[in-house]
């Protein structure tokens, strides 16, 4: 059973990608990371709503617009603060698996 993220996981996924390549549409973004297109579009609106993300139009070709997503500097800060906050909750897990083989190898 696969285990669900939360949104501030999900949210932090899509700041790092587009943060990587601002250049990313909403469906390759869903297949980088594994959610529906209408997961992502739904958190990015979300991004942009809470002045995470900007968006802006350019020309990709003579026939298609696109759009290039931007961290705002709110969403700087919000990326660093999610990104401290996952990295204390692995580290939790790790330590709370640690002790759990730290056990079982002392039986």
Do not use: C, W
Not at 13 to 23: A, D, M, Q, V
Not at 34 to 47: F, H, T, W
């Amino acid at each position: 059973m696969k285990k669900r993220k939360n949104y501030s996981e999900e949210e932090l996924e899509i700041l790092r990608k587009i943060e990587e390549n601002p250049n990313l549409t909403q469906r390759q973004i869903a297949e980088h990371l594994g959610l529906s297109l209408g997961k992502i579009n739904y958190l990015i609106q979300a991004l942009i709503n809470k002045g995470f993300l900007m968006i802006g139009n350019f020309k990709r070709s003579d026939s298609k617009l696109g759009y290039l997503y931007l961290l705002t500097p709110e969403g700087v800060e919000t990326k660093k603060k999610l990104t401290i906050q996952f990295l204390k909750r692995k580290s939790e897990e790790f330590d709370k698996l640690k002790k759990e083989m730290e056990h079982i190898n002392n039986l």
